[in-house]
């Protein structure tokens, strides 16, 4: 007998010691545990589920879309330092490589009680846990003027695929001399960095065209951000006077935007006939979590820290950008780590398998010119009913070429572990 299938067989012995019922209770032949979303989060449950299960546990991954394009790095393909392929993933390996069944199509509705996802194709897939990573949702009447249908004209590109692309045609639109503004949004959000990054990413594209008299203002709801220090100072140093950060304080609130006349009104100020308009609204969680109430606080999920389990069903996970994760970040690191304790966690109280206490880790790589990249991160446990900090670490002003090259180096390593980790 295989060890694997000894371990199944021994978690089913023990299996009447558990708090939930678990399947062999239901004398079902092999558990089934089906995630939905298949991103940073969703494709490393799945990928972790079936690889450390041996085949113990039936996996079902719901994602509605053929290609998942990472928002991770989609900064660089703006900045032109990768190609949209680069971004660009599928799922055909990882179905294969673990025996993952792919279901193509939207979960419209969580149905608790029965513990089944429901999808737009009208199947309904029984679970015995279920792993919700979503991701994000975004709010489209928190910027006033701003909708659903003004996202043609003022894109966000906070969520990934067509809204990258038009993110990167707009700006190679923009004329020398015109004026880029981008809306940053309220905490929280994905990825706490990343419209700094992205203003870098503009920065850096104006200047090597040759386009050096283009202004980007930044009107920003936050006192201050991510990295603040070090990204000022790397902007000054390569990009002059480009990129201007506003904070509250200084234009006194984003009162309306009009995406005909690509006009933004602040408190203090109009900015008319804007080269282009970049509106990264507030966030929640994605539909799915929020229609199935496991988001009572403030449009995100609340989890248990020890184990990533909703606060509200124990029969339920969520991951990513869509729970509130304590110290971490909106990340795909923060997200795929996640994953890793989510999956341990189910792995042990449907197969029996051994578990260890939660542990995470988390690091955010900023480009801000070519080999300038700077970071910040850190290691995390449950404590006192959150996900705490232990240790973390932030890059500092005046710091040598080389450790912002190597720092470079470590992201593009990193990118190509996470994406081997999710779709491989
Ligand atoms: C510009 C930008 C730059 C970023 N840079 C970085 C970075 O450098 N490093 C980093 O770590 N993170 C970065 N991030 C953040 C990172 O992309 C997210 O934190 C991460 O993708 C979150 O993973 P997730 O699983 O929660 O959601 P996602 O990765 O968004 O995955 C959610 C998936 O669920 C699917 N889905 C949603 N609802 C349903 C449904 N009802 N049915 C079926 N499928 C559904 C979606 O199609 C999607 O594929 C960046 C984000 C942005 C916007």
Redesign the pocket.
Known sequence: MSTSRRTFLTGLAAAGSFAIASPAVLGQAKPRVVV???????ATAARYIAKDSNGAIAVTL????EV?Q??????LFIGGFKSYDEISHRYDALAKNHGITLAR????QIDRDKKEAVLSTGDRLPYDRLVV????DLKYDSVPGWSKEAEEAMPH????GRQTQLIRQKLDAVPNGGTIVMIAPPNPY??PP?PY??ASMFAHLLKASGRRDCKILILDPKDSFSKQGVFQEGWEKHYGAMIEWLGPKVHDGIKSVDPKTNTVVTGFETYKDCAFVNVIPAQMA???ARSAGLAPAGGYCTIDAASMKSAVDPNIFV????CIAGDMP??????NSQAKVAAMVIRGELTNARTFPARYI?T???LIETDDTIKVGGRYEAKDGKIAATETFVSQPRESAELRKENQAE?VGWYAAITADMFS
């Open positions: 939905i979303g298949g991103g940073a989060g969703g719901v994602e509605e879309n998942y990472t928002c991770f790095h989609s900064n199509a939207r979960a419209t990573s979503p991701g994000i590109g906070w969520k990934p994905r990825c990343g990054e992205r994605g539909e799915i991951l990513g950008d869509a909106k990340s795909a690191f923060a997200a988390n955010c790589w900023s992201n």
